[in-house]
T-cell receptor, first 111, second 112 residues
Framework: KNEVEQSPQNLTAQEGEFITINCSYS?????LHWLQQHPGGGIVSLFM???GKKKHGRLIATINIQEKHSSLHITASHPRDSAVYIC?????????????FGKGTKLSVKP | ETGVTQSPTHLIKTRGQQVTLRCSSQ?????VSWYQQALGQGPQFIFQ???????GRGNFPPRFSGLQFPNYSSELNVNALELDDSALYLC???????????FGPGTRLTVT
């Protein structure tokens, strides 16, 4: 069992729909990244959060540390949002700050 | 401000060969982390360098080694390449090892 689990693995939506991607983790963490990866490989950091909620444009990320769960929401989805979305847990407990990644959610938004 | 850059973009090697991948960190960042991403999988942590010292290592064999230079750029070296080493290799830099990581575009390595 992975330490970081995402659902769903694949998601197809129609343009304009509200999208939710979920991330659950079994390790103690200090913070959680949400990342976006486009075909070709480049990864862009969307959010890093350790509590509560963050919003950037049409993207909203929430985290519940007690329940070890985070969600990424996309409002008014658009075909350009099509990408793989990855959550990654980070634990500052040791001396290293490496990321433990989920396998990603492949999102396809149809026009 | 220049972002994280990696070279080369693509590379094809033969089993048993050695390869060196390079990463230039974002200006002002002293930490570089390396990740391997196999096709269809999430990235896996290889190791991290902080101020020229290794600051943590994932579950990779010793034939994966690295280096960080005084300007905080970094190299990943892989000896005795195996077919399973075919993957996208990502580096990420951060202001410090406790801060948000910014990723480079990756190097796609194919081992035949």
């Amino acid at each position: 069992k992975n330490e970081v689990e995402q659902s769903p693995q694949n998601l197809t939506a129609q343009e304009g729909e509200f999208i939710t991607i979920n991330c659950s983790y079994s390790v103690g963490i200090s913070a959680l990244h949400w990342l976006q990866q486009h075909p070709g490989g480049g990864i862009v950091s969307l959010f890093m959060l350790s509590s509560g909620k963050k919003k950037h444009g049409r993207l909203i990320a929430t985290i519940n540390i007690q329940e070890k769960h985070s969600s990424l929401h996309i409002t008014a989805s658009h075909p350009r949002d099509s990408a793989v979305y990855i959550c990654a847990a980070i634990n500052y407990g040791g001396s290293q700050g490496n990321l433990i990644f989920g396998k990603g959610t492949k999102l396809s938004v149809k026009p | 401000e220049t972002g994280v850059t990696q070279s080369p973009t693509h590379l094809i090697k033969t089993r048993g060969q050695q390869v060196t991948l390079r990463c230039s960190s974002q200006s002002g960042h002293n930490t570089v982390s390396w990740y391997q991403q196999a096709l269809g999988q999430g990235p896996q942590f290889i190791f991290q360098y902080y101020r020229e010292e290794e600051n943590g290592r994932g579950n990779f064999p010793p034939r994966f080694s690295g280096l960080q230079f005084p300007n905080y750029s970094s190299e990943l070296n892989v000896n005795a390449l195996e077919l399973d080493d075919s993957a996208l290799y990502l580096c990420a830099s951060s202001l410090d090892y406790l801060y948000e990581q910014y990723f480079g575009p990756g190097t796609r390595l194919t081992v035949t």
